[in-house]
């Protein structure tokens, strides 16, 4: 089974422009969800999407912003890009069906780099 | 979701058990504890999950006590490749929340 994907794994922006990132949940899984990981804040929890419905975020500006496709495939996005905004971006998939705990697998994360 | 607390750093040796402790003193009846590990530059990987009976995969075994206030990851024959940070996570499997909060994990390093 193949695992979860996401593209570009690298990405040099510069500040003010937008960028959007893809992630390719493993065959199944509903849910995806989205973490920024940073040195100084370490892994931080974006938000998680379900069936094509956000439900549930993480404390982050409105510049990040996601959608789900009908086929759990999902996209975030980053308007107006900061320099504090470099980070490695990882996506996760879980069957999410919420008893007995769900292990959620991610992808190889995405290296983006505001210059 | 319970706090957890974890050594900021451990060595072990290669080809030895490495015991990697974790205290959750205020998990509650109905949370998991998790363990993940991210090798550097990586996406974190499952390692192994539980809540009240001892676990084990092909990876590593996973022994909570009978309090459940703390949990202990042993991964039996530590190779170089173990070599990576691990996260400790206790939550609910709560249907609609699938937020994993991560705090600052175990730096491990396996010796040759």
């Known amino acids: 089974k193949a695992g979860v994907t996401q593209t570009p794994r690298y990405l040099i922006k510069t500040r003010g422009q937008q960028v959007t990132l893809s992630c390719s949940p493993i065959s199944g899984h509903r849910s995806v969800s989205w973490y920024q990981q940073t040195p100084g804040q370490g892994l931080q929890f974006l938000f998680e999407y379900f069936s094509e419905t956000q439900r549930n975020k993480g404390n982050f500006p409105g510049r990040f912003s996601g959608r789900q496709f009908s086929n759990s495939r999902s996209e975030m996005n980053v308007s107006t890009l900061e320099l504090g905004d470099s980070a490695l971006y990882l996506c996760?998939?879980?069957?999410?069906f919420g008893q007995g705990g769900n292990e959620q697998f991610f992808g190889p994360g995405t290296r983006l780099t505001v210059l | 979701d319970a706090k957890t607390t974890q050594p900021p750093s451990m060595d072990c040796a290669e080809g030895r058990a490495a015991n990697l402790p974790c205290n959750h003193s205020?998990?509650?009846?109905?949370?998991?504890v998790y363990w993940y590990r991210q090798i550097h530059s990586q996406g974190p990987q499952y390692i192994i999950h539980?809540?009240?009976n001892n676990e084990t995969n092909e990876m590593a075994s996973l022994i909570i006590t009978e309090d459940r206030k703390s949990s202990t990851l042993i991964l039996p024959h530590a190779t170089l490749r173990d070599t990576a940070v691990y996260y400790c996570i206790v939550r609910a499997p709560n249907f609609g929340n699938e937020k994993l909060t991560f705090g600052t994990g175990t730096r491990l390093t396996i010796i040759p």
């Open positions: 539980g809540l009240k």
């Open positions: 996760a998939s879980s069957l999410a």
């Open positions: 205020t998990i509650s009846g109905n949370e998991y």
